[in-house]
């Protein structure tokens, strides 16, 4: 299983956001809705194999965290306002229940950040997504089951930074230049695709 969790240091963990103008008034929630995008969907299809996580640290309802299954999920379209309907229902439904809590077919919140992601991972090997960190094509990266952190635009900060290098993450990179994180988790996809056993 593939799994990638993405931090958003200000995207809203409310729903009282503006679908007209998703930028300015949702902490920058369109970062991770193109991450979304990115993990999820191919052509025609989505990646049963692949977890996405929306780490919602801005508002006063933070932390909160989407999590969307591939395995399971259903109608997940790839323009951005259909992908920011989808998480704003999600976040709109009564907050009930520890840990994940499903709301529709493959997608599930929690009331909890980075702490409550951890606590889901089940088996996995960490690697936290950086520029300037050793290249990914030149460590041997675990296929089977991986889970990626990045950051949204404003990268990192440095206390998630120690919890994840507590957590064993190793630092990994796409690549020497800095590029979106959509685009950074695209390249890690074709990656794992290319070493995938056909
Ligand atoms: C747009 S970048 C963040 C830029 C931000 N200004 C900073 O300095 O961290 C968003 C995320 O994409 C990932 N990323 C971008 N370029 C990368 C690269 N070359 N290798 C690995 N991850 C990368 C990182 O996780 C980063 O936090």
């Known amino acids: 299983m593939r799994r990638f969790v993405v931090l958003g240091q200000r995207a809203t963990a409310s729903p009282g956001f503006s679908l007209d103008n998703l930028p300015a008034s ?3 929630l369109d970062v991770l809705l193109r991450c979304l995008r990115a993990a999820l969907l191919v052509s025609h299809g989505l990646r049963r194999d692949t977890v996405v996580y929306l780490v919602l640290l801005g508002g006063p309802e933070a932390p909160r965290t989407v999590r969307v299954e591939g395995a399971t999920a ?12 989808m998480v704003q229902k999600a976040l709109a439904a009564p907050r009930e229940g520890q840990g994940f809590v499903a709301r529709r077919h493959g997608i599930a919140i929690a009331d909890g950040g980075l702490d409550a992601v951890i606590a889901d991972l089940g088996p996995s090997v960490p690697y936290l997504l950086e520029e300037g960190a050793p290249d990914l094509r030149e460590v041997a990266l ?35 230049v800095s590029v979106h994180a959509d ?16």
């Open 74 to 85: 259903q109608f997940v379209r790839p323009d951005e306002r259909s992908l920011a309907v």
């Open 26 to 28: 949702s902490g920058r």
């Open 183 to 198: 685009d950074a988790i695209v390249l890690v996809s074709n990656e794992l695709d290319r070493r995938a056993p056909r």
């Open 142 to 176: 675990d296929t089977a089951d991986p889970v990626f952190f990045l950051g949204d635009h404003l990268g990192v900060d440095e206390v998630t930074r120690a919890r994840l290098a507590a957590l064993g993450a190793a630092p990994v990179s796409v690549g020497p």
